[in-house]
């Protein structure tokens, strides 16, 4: 079982990221998914959540701003990421879960800077 979390980069202030999220098992789309962000000194922060009927949640400092997405048959999880800011630089961490069953990826880095 393995996530795979790719797609981050070096932007500027206002640019856009897409990250990946993909997953190594057919069963991916019975799992919650997610991202989460973690900066250094600071809490790690719950970025977006896209349950396995398909509700999505945002953290308030990225509403209207970033679209977490899926394609089921590509067992892949999409961060779509706009208008980016400075404060958005982070390690991107992708997890999934179901019951008991935990998983994430090995994060990626997002770096906005001028």
């Known amino acids: 079982v393995q996530l795979q979390a790719s797609g981050g980069g070096l932007v500027q202030p206002g640019e856009s990221l897409r990250l990946f999220c993909a997953a190594s098992f057919s069963i991916f789309p019975k799992y919650n998914k997610g991202w989460y962000r973690q900066t250094p000194g600071k809490q790690r922060e719950l970025v977006a959540t896209n349950s396995a009927g398909g509700r999505t949640n945002y953290a308030d400092s990225v509403k209207g701003r970033f679209t977490i997405s899926r394609d089921n048959a590509k067992n892949t999880v999409y961060l779509e990421m706009n208008s980016l800011k400075p404060e958005d630089m982070a390690v991107y961490y992708c997890?999934?879960?179901?019951?008991?069953?935990?998983?994430w990826g090995q994060g990626t880095q997002v770096t906005v800077s001028s």
């Open positions: 997890y999934a879960r179901w019951g008991s069953a935990d998983y």
